[in-house]
């Protein structure tokens, strides 16, 4: 069986069609005795229409009565992997604050499983990835012993869905600003006013004005502040 794990893997490993590469940790982890996964990745980048993926097993119904009742925006899973990639187990105890999401997944048949988020190293994207099943609690044992497996899957997922997401994005248009105009964005980054620029460069309040509407229009952003954002944002100030 050990045999038939490792070779599941290295086909995990080397799959590049994210698709498939899910029915490959599905297969895994129902052998592993869980009867539901999920993977949901969110691209988070700036100035990009919101885009998800989600590829799932669940119940027929489930993701409709989900939306339909808002349960997101009250979901502890969700709140906690917003700030941590640290595993969480589903228990009462967790949900003791939406009460009725914990008796809906229970009535649905997911009352044990655990969650874990994959943080991107640039913030362009995070995901969720869940294991669960109906019956047989979840021990520190089991949890720990597939937690190895879960890590490596959810990561691999997180890999493929990144380039899936970023190609379905706009490609970024590069952008370049003189250096006079950087030494501009740096300056109103402290705070500074046009005026203040203006004499700490030697140069036109005017002058300087012309350099920020500049940037503002190679940054593709309507005013000086969201400019000095997006510039700080792709490290060009």
Not at 21 to 43: I, K, M, P, T, W
Not at 56 to 81: F, K, M, Q, V
Not at 167 to 196: D, F, N, Y
Request: with cysteine; charged share 20%.
């Amino acid at each position: 069986m050990d045999v038939w794990k490792d070779t599941q893997l290295r086909k995990l490993s080397c799959e590049k069609d994210l698709q498939r590469a899910y029915r490959l940790a599905l297969d895994f982890f129902n052998f592993q005795g869980f009867e539901y996964c999920a993977f949901v990745a969110h691209s988070t980048l700036p100035d990009q229409p919101a885009s998800k993926i989600n590829l799932n097993n669940y119940p027929y119904g489930w993701e409709r009565l989900y939306e339909r009742n808002g349960y997101a925006s009250t979901d502890p899973i969700i709140a906690h992997c917003n700030q941590s990639s640290v595993p969480v187990l589903w228990s009462e105890q967790v949900f003791s604050e939406a009460p009725q999401l914990w008796r809906e997944l229970n009535r649905q048949g997911l009352k044990h499983g655990w969650t874990q988020a994959v943080h991107d190293e640039y913030g362009a994207h995070y995901s969720l990835f869940s294991l669960a099943r109906t019956h047989c609690r979840i021990d520190a044992d089991e949890h720990y012993g597939n937690l190895g497996y879960a890590i490596f899957a959810s990561q691999r997922l997180h890999a493929l869905a990144g380039k899936k997401l970023s190609g379905a994005m706009a490609p970024p248009q590069v952008c370049h600003l003189s250096p006079r105009e950087i030494e501009v964005l740096r300056w109103s980054a402290e705070g500074k006013t046009a005026s203040e620029v203006g004499r700490i460069l030697c140069l036109s309040e005017r002058t300087v004005n012309f350099h920020v509407c500049s940037c503002m229009r190679k940054l593709n952003v309507t005013n000086k502040i969201s400019a000095v954002a997006k510039a700080a944002h792709i490290h060009m100030i």
